[in-house]
């Protein structure tokens, strides 16, 4: 059986303890790895050697940083389909999704190779003779960072290439769940050069293990991609300890489809969207709001695209739909498809899990709903989709900003008018216009409201591992 281990200080090892976790295959319930778990004297060689690294790292320049970085991005496209099955085999989405992932991953890397080298301070105008003050930009320090179980290769990279491009070293928790690509990306950075200590994997306790790195005195900056919950309990004890942090936390997207729309279209690139993953997207569609004038057209053309997909293990040819990652997701679905049924909602296709081995859930329409319901208030994380009229902009906009969450919204329209209004009316982060486009390497990407704060991506994101020194200096001869 196969063991996903430690990476402490440029070596992979065992835990101390010789506890592991099974990493089930969620297409088929078989055990395909074992998970090497950290205690806290691994925590402590990790802290120890994220300490050295950071004092190696971030006097290498950045120009030799960005060579490294893109010999991780190389490493990382050569080895694309070893790491694409891995991710296929313990997380569940089809292997083209993996692969298009692992795409995203390879551009991430590229891209911070290349911010590396753009780490620009500033000369500031001349108040008098003699002063010449300056801003210069360093890295903050050793970084915690806990990646999650559902993009267990761009988003682990993301944070991986951001810390490591601004001169940072990390130590950084994968999902247990879907280890492997995380591990296999770990492997390409060592092979491309990254010193020993400048990067450090672990896994483990989740509770334990951030708990015990953000309390490190070692730590200087903490880095979230996970629930609400999570980063509630996280940036409460980084806030408490005055320690900056990035909390990109859960989302339920709303989609408004305009009386003025292409409605076909928007049903189309809706539902693509919408079942990427299976449904298991925190940018992804949770909540469609589509107007009177449109909406039988919008729901025969989503439905006609949502019986149309092929469920199975993401393995096989022509699936287009895999398993939810665990039977987490399962009963959680089960509970919505509940409190449907409790409120009369109608299912228009699916609503039932697939008998099998497998983690299976058919993709489900659910119209009819009341705006309170369950599904409509909280992330669903799955393959269902409500489908809701609404009659006037300013109910839609009502509807779209009435939770607490703010990760990313959407809005299809033909009105120019009503495309810039959107954009300034919906409270969130992320925001698509006719569009569906998944998060950029370039693009800042982050939540308001309870959804978190900070940015991932883009200068934004690389800025968060940095800190900015202002120096004022005085010519004394003059």
Request: charge should be negative; charged fraction near 20%.
């Amino acid at each position: 059986m196969d063991k996903r281990k430690l990476f402490i200080d440029g070596e992979w090892c065992e835990g101390s303890n010789a506890q592991t976790i099974e990493v089930e295959n969620p297409a088929t319930g078989e055990i395909v790895a074992l998970v090497c778990c950290a205690d806290t004297s691994d925590l402590d060689r990790a802290l120890v050697a994220a300490e050295r690294g950071f004092k190696v790292w971030s006097k290498t320049s950045p120009w030799e940083r960005s060579k490294i970085l893109s010999r991780c991005a190389a490493l990382i496209e050569e080895r694309m389909l070893e790491l694409a099955v891995l991710m296929t085999l313990e997380q569940g989405k089809p292997l083209a999704e993996s692969r298009g992932e692992l795409d995203r991953t390879v551009d991430v890397f590229q891209w911070c190779a290349a911010e590396a080298t753009r780490t620009y301070g500033r000369l500031l105008p001349q108040r008098q003779p003699g002063y010449r003050q300056t801003t210069i930009k360093e890295p903050v320090g050793p970084v915690a960072a806990f990646a999650p179980w559902n993009f267990p290769g761009v988003m682990f990279g993301r944070k991986i290439a951001a810390a490591l491009g601004a001169g940072c070293s990390i130590i950084i928790k994968p999902s247990e769940e879907s280890p492997g690509v995380s591990s296999g990306i770990v492997k390409a950075c060592q092979d491309a050069g990254v010193p020993d200590g400048a990067l450090n994997m672990v896994m483990g306790d989740p509770t334990m293990i951030s708990d015990y790195l953000i309390r490190s005195p070692i730590i200087a900056k903490v880095s979230l991609t996970g629930s609400v919950a999570v980063g509630r309990k996280l940036s409460k004890l980084a806030g408490e300890l005055l320690k900056p942090a990035t909390m990109e936390l859960g989302g339920h997207a709303p989609v408004l489809v305009f009386g003025d729309a292409d409605a076909e279209k928007a049903a189309d690139l809706t539902a693509g969207f919408k079942f990427r993953n299976a449904g298991q997207v925190c940018l992804g569609v949770s909540r469609i709001y589509v107007h009177d004038s449109v909406y039988q057209k919008f729901l025969s053309r989503f439905t006609e695209r949502v019986e149309a997909l092929k469920v199975g293990d993401g393995m096989l040819d022509g699936v287009t739909m895999g398993p939810l990652a665990n039977a987490r997701g399962v009963q959680n679905m089960e509970q919505i498809m509940s409190d449907v049924q409790a409120r009369n909602g109608k299912t228009v296709t699916g609503g039932n899990g697939i008998v099998g081995k497998g983690h299976f859930w058919q993709p489900t329409i659910v119209i009819d709903l009341e705006h309170d319901s369950t599904l409509m208030t909280q992330e669903p994380f799955g393959p269902i989709a409500p489908i809701v009229p609404f009659s006037t902009y300013d109910e839609a906009l009502k509807l779209a900003n009435g939770l607490d969450y703010g990760l990313a919204a959407y809005a299809f329209t033909r009105s120019l008018d009503i495309a810039t209004n959107v954009a300034d009316d919906l409270e969130a982060g992320w925001i698509g216009v006719n569009n569906f486009s998944p998060a950029l390497a370039e693009a800042p990407f982050g939540g308001v409201k309870d959804s978190g704060f900070g940015s991932e991506g883009g200068p934004e994101g690389f800025d968060a591992y940095c800190k900015t020194k202002f120096v004022s200096q005085v010519n004394m001869d003059g």
